[in-house]
């Protein structure tokens, strides 16, 4: 059974600094890997997908890699901003009995301080 | 504008008292799937659908049920609700082509059951 860990759970960074987060898996066979930003109360937001033949993925500031070996993504985010406060969760999607299934991580709650 | 609607956002209500939650995607997407969000539990599949009339169960189906008459729509009933039911509910929309589909979260339901 698939299991996605985020580590750390929570963290907090002043304003500017290069940060990374981390998301780790059990099993390597999956079809791509997303990274999704959730802000308090809403929904979910993809940032990132990346596909399992890819190693990395760039969009802005941000930029996701991806060791399926060893079942490892890291979310690396550039001169954070208090705007980028909010909980990021990765999840890895698989194809079970022809479904696409995403697991999900259960986050890193990330707080900017300006 | 691409989106995923979810109706209603917030509900409150007693136990065993039915309830449906809709779900609408204006992408043409085959796939469409509901979660539920808990503290400590991360995000979980409720049930998935990859087209119409093609429904099956995701990790958490009890309680739930799910129908797709049209491709466009997804609803949640919970034909008897109980307070373990209280939870944050997504709906999430894809196409089905391969490693390249991003999912389509709506902006959640947040239900409480007294």
């Known amino acids: 059974k698939q299991e996605v860990t985020q580590i750390p759970a929570a963290l907090s960074v002043p304003e500017g600094e290069n940060l990374v987060l981390n998301c780790s898996f059990t099993d390597s066979a999956i079809y791509n890997l997303q990274w999704f930003r959730q802000d308090p109360g809403k929904g979910l937001t993809s940032l990132l997908l990346i596909q399992s033949s890819q190693r990395e993925q760039t969009s802005g500031r941000l930029n996701a890699s991806l060791d399926k070996s060893s079942g490892r993504s890291t979310l690396y985010i550039a001169a954070s901003q208090p705007g980028d406060s909010a909980t990021y969760l990765c999840?890895?999607?698989?194809?079970?009995?022809?479904?696409?299934?995403?697991?999900f991580g259960q986050g890193t709650r990330l707080t900017i301080n300006p | 504008e691409a989106q995923v609607t979810q109706n209603p956002r917030y509900l409150i209500t007693v136990t065993g008292k039915k309830l449906t939650v809709t779900c609408s995607q204006n992408m043409n997407h085959e796939y469409m799937s509901w979660y539920r969000q808990d503290p400590g539990l991360g995000l979980r599949q409720i049930y998935y659908s990859m087209n119409v009339e093609v429904t099956d169960k995701g990790d958490v189906p009890e309680g739930y049920k799910v129908s797709r008459k049209e491709k466009r729509n997804f609803p949640l009933i919970l034909e008897s609700p109980s307070p373990n039911q209280t939870s944050l509910y997504f709906c999430?929309?894809?196409?089905?082509?391969?490693?390249?589909?991003?999912?389509?979260f709506g902006p959640g339901t947040r239900l409480t059951v007294l």
């Open positions: 999430a929309s894809s196409s089905w082509g391969g490693s390249t589909d991003t999912q389509y």
């Open positions: 999840a890895v999607s698989q194809n079970i009995q022809g479904a696409q299934k995403l697991v």
